[in-house]
């Protein structure tokens, strides 16, 4: 016997004061990181400090808008799950002025193309909606 489920749990989630910020800045066009009381930019912002757990004052930092490779994988077979058609790499990106990194895909001409310290810059859609993936994706610079 075969049972076939459909599942969903639908919500909204309201952003928040930090979330949002980034959201907005996204919208923009802008990449926003948030100041610890150490001087850190964590990108994307938070509302807790991670090494702390303080409360973080919502001091929003513009970062970027060009980043430093500093890890990557390379997809050279992506699925339909995918951000890309073609071949691509997932990096770690810490954007200029930032402390952390974050996540995104780099479109490269090919896994050669591809190396730890390059240098990216993020194509940002024409039409974006305050999420991560207004930055469509990011390529050398």
Not at 33 to 62: I, S
């Amino acid at each position: 016997m075969r049972i076939t489920t459909h599942l969903e749990f639908p919500y909204v989630r309201s952003l928040g004061p930090c979330v949002g910020a980034f959201a907005d800045g996204m919208r923009a066009g802008q990449l926003l990181g948030v100041r610890a009381a150490d001087g850190r930019v964590l990108v994307p912002p938070v509302e807790w400090d991670p090494a702390t757990g303080e409360p973080l004052p919502g001091d929003f930092v513009t970062v970027g808008p060009e980043a430093t490779v500093m890890s990557w994988t390379w997809v050279a077979r992506p699925a339909g799950v995918h951000p890309l058609d073609r071949p691509f790499a997932f990096a770690q990106l810490l954007p200029d002025g930032a402390d952390t990194t974050l996540v995104h895909v780099v479109d490269a001409d090919g896994i050669g193309a591809m190396a730890t310290g390059m240098r990216v810059a993020p194509r940002w859609r024409a039409e974006r909606a305050g999420r991560i993936d207004d930055i469509e994706y990011w390529v050398a610079a």
